[in-house]
């Protein structure tokens, strides 16, 4: 069983690694794992000491997190069944067709196919589609605005991750999470301007919360909204 303290209310568990450093470092892990890098004669008792004094700053860390974690249940993909684009709620709607296709309509996602068992393959699809184009028109200006901070992408790919809705790669890549396209258009401004901030502060030090709120003063609302709508 890994290592642990009480806060309050809150179990924090940890892990250890050793090493001939000098000094000892916390860090948050996007998964809300909590890592420490400790010189090799450290005590636990030390280490746990350490941490109780850094234990409001990591809650904090891993409630940062928290809002880069998809919720949504799994779905079935049948007639129906509610789905979300753009933070609005659709019905499945799956009709006979001899060319398959998907389409938004009125307050349906219809769904044409000779097959059922393509349905949830033919939704996701679309899913991708529509993400790829809705975050191209999203971002861009975005982008060009953060250009005034003499950063700019490496590059803005897509992939399913099922715990994070964004991340940015040492490199400069930002990768969005397709799923995001379920969420209100504010919330995927909120992720993108997230990682754009990544490009210049990779950790959030109180220069990043405060670049961030100067590009986006009620991202805490999108960032609750996004943590509360796909649960």
Not at 9 to 22: A, D, G, L, N, P
Not at 31 to 58: F, N, R, T, Y
Not at 60 to 87: D, M, N, V
Not at 119 to 132: G, I
């Amino acid at each position: 069983m890994k290592p642990s303290i009480q806060f309050g209310s809150k179990r924090i568990y940890f892990q250890v690694e050793y090493s001939t450093r000098k000094t000892l470092g916390i860090t948050v892990t996007p998964d809300m794992d909590v890592l420490v890098k400790a010189p090799i004669d450290s005590s636990l008792e030390k280490i746990k000491e350490k941490l109780q004094k850094k234990a409001g700053w990591i809650i904090k860390q891993q409630s940062f997190f928290l809002s880069f974690q998809p919720k949504t249940p799994p779905r079935k993909y049948i007639a129906g069944e509610t789905h979300l684009y753009l933070g609005r709620q659709y019905l499945l709607k799956i009709e006979p067709g001899e060319k398959d296709s998907v389409k938004l309509k009125g307050k349906f996602i219809i769904v044409k196919t000779s097959d059922k068992s393509k349905v949830k393959r033919l939704v996701k699809d679309w899913y991708l589609v529509c993400a790829k184009s809705k975050f191209k028109e999203i971002a861009e200006p975005l982008i060009e605005k953060f250009k005034r901070h003499k950063v700019e992408p490496d590059s803005v790919v897509y992939r399913d991750m099922p715990t994070r809705w964004g991340s940015c790669t040492p490199k400069g890549k930002i990768i969005l999470n397709p799923e995001l396209i379920k969420a209100p258009r504010g919330c995927i401004e909120y992720v993108i301007i997230h990682e754009l901030c990544h490009l210049i502060y990779h950790d959030h030090t109180r220069k990043f919360i405060e670049l961030q709120t100067k590009e986006m003063p009620d991202w805490e609302k999108w960032k609750m909204k996004l943590e509360n709508l796909l649960a």
